[in-house]
Structures are given as C-alpha cells and as structure tokens.
C-alpha cells in the first residue's frame, strides 16, 4: 500500500489499522498543516472499536479527533524511552494522509521544535517574569518537573542565606530534603506546608506555572501564610485583618506581579523621556512587546 497516493478524503479507519500492524507501533504521529507535532493516535483505543465491522469503513477524517492526544511531557518520554534507536515509523496528517517515515530522534525534534519568534518571545516573557518575581517581598523559588531549581529570588536568597549560584540546576530537595515535591505531579495546590529549616518554622505554599512550580515561603511567627490549625485567638485577629484588606487592592500574587511590572515599565519610561524604543532597549526587550504592555496595563 502507497499511503502517499491515497486521497485523504477517502481514507478510511482500516488504512489507519494497516500502518499499525505493518510498521508494529503503539502511537501514530500527527501532524498539523504546517508539518508541526499535533499529537498521537493511540493504537489501543482504535482497536478497542474495530471489533465493529461498520467502524474499520469509516472516513478517519471524521472521526480523528476522538483518537487524537496531545501527551504531556512525561508521558512523551516515557513513550519514546521504549523506543529503539533504529525503529522507523509512518507519520501522518490530521486527515490520515502518509506524510513520511520518522525515526526516534525527529520525533523527539518536533515534539520540542518551536519558531525562533516564538522562542524570542518566550525568553523575554521569561525575562519579565524573573525580573518581577525577583522585586516581590516574598520569598520565592522556581523549579522545573524535574524538581530542579531554575531560579531563586533576592528575598529568599537574603532569608535562606543562599548563593544563587549554588541553588541553580540542582534539586530543591537537596537543600530541603524534607520539602514537599510529591504534589508537584498534580495541577494546583491548595494546601499549606510546614518545614523546618536551620531551627526556623518556614510555611509555604506551591503553585503551578505552566512547566514550572512556583515555591513560595514565609516564617511561621511572621503570619503571612498560616495552617488550619491556628488557635481560636490567631483566626480572631485573622478575620480583623481581612475585613480591613476587603476595602483595599487585591494583594494577590497575579495582582503584585502586574503592578510591580507596571511600575518598573513606567519607571523607565520616564527617566526616558517616555521613548518608547530607547526604554524597549534598556528593558531588553523588543519595542512591540513594550508597546503591548503599555496598552494592556494602561500606562499612558
């Protein structure tokens, strides 16, 4: 069978099956118009429904997208970790259509591969993000899934009496090994922890940001964040203060980030006579993110 001549609008679910048992894969590549990863078609859940004759005869134009996933980073690896470094197999468009034959490494290439544009911008969001959570009074630290610290701020390096340089690339539960990391594997974190370091009551609070998990702490005699187990006294004085915050700004981490970059937009923009280009530069960042900032926080 040459897939490549076949018409995708008469590809059928048994051509499908076919590349299955030929090149003998669990997952079929899919990619998207402009021949980048869109996600996998899982073997086990096609053949789940081919016991229905009807169903191999179907278009698999129409019925794509109940077979189609995008995995996450975890379970990619582990998907391609089983791989062999020689295997060869088809990959396909969203219509069904044989595009090509991949080996393990392309697939590792396009499910990673980005525009330079889109890294460009990346890289500055990051930049943006770093240098806001890097003026906020809280003591904060990022990690990456693989529980390695990719960035630390001044606040927590000045209270944990760190070197940054000692912290970056390295696993946060080396420095606290009895630090929670297991819940990093779910999406959000309701919870508050408690640990104890260097003879100090640290709680602390983890939030999840796209690939990272945002570690947030404070000293428990401080009352920032405190356990549900606070006394009758502490829940008192608690109720005192958030009735006198509901007349205030939201103080909240989305909150502070915004305006703390929104100062230091304005900032520069003013020691710089509001040019927008030279300020772009110094911000290192390019002039229409800066112009997409303005407007979006309402600067001028």
Known sequence: MNQGTIDPKIIKIKDIM???FKYDIDALPVLDKKNKFKGLIDKNLIIQDATDSEFIGKLFSRVADKYLSYPDE????????????????????DKGKFLFLWDKRKLLNSYYSISEKEKEADKTDELL?????NNLPSNIILTGTDNNISFANKSFIKEFDFELNILLGRKLNKFFPNINIILTKQNFFPKIHSITYRHIKWHYIIIKCKTAFIYIFSKAEEGLIKPESDNIEIKSKRKKKEKHKSSQKDQSLPNLIKDQETDMIKKVL?????????????????????????SKYKII
Do not use: C
Request: proline letters at 4%; hydrophobic letters at 45%; a positive charge.
């Open 74 to 93: 975890e379970k990619f690896l582990f998907l391609v970790s089983n791989l062999s470094e020689d295997v060869k197999f088809p990959v396909i468009d």
């Open 18 to 20: 076919r590349l299955f």
């Open 270 to 294: 003013q020691e710089n006579d509001w040019n927008i280009t030279k300020a772009a530069g110094i911000l290192n960042i390019p002039r229409q993110t800066l112009q997409y900032k303005i």
């Open 129 to 133: 993000y770093k240098a806001v959570l």
